[in-house]
């Protein structure tokens, strides 16, 4: 299975990421379960995207891991890209986004149209050093394209 990374990460500098970081939201097991019900957390193999299996872990595990290519999605229209914030795994090369990362950084105000999401992330060192101000306080950013 191939991964399509279509999307280039922006440069994020210092300013940005302390706004991203002044509104981080940490939302409870119960919240994140909640919004599953109604948000699906997506992948995108070549030009085709798929549903995420169930059950995924919420806090620990990457989801991207667990993609389910039997269940391909169509009929969803973009809302919108929000830029999401994921705890630094220590290597530039292991981009391990949660459910609960992403969900967090949904906004309130666009959360009942959202349907689902398809998540990028840092893909090569270059990348990486764009989001060095991130990197050295423990994240990694991603870009959440969001769906309804």
Known sequence: MTLAWKVPMPEVNSEEFARLLRYRVCLSDEEVTK????IQPLVRVYDTLFCMQEPFDLRVSSFFWQADTTREVTGLTKLGEVYTLHAFTGYHAIFKPTVAEVLAAIPPDVTDRVRAFELFG?????????QWPAIMQNYQVGLAVLYQ
């Open 35 to 38: 919004l599953l019900v109604q």
């Open 122 to 130: 840092p893909k090569d060192r270059d990348d990486f050093y764009r």
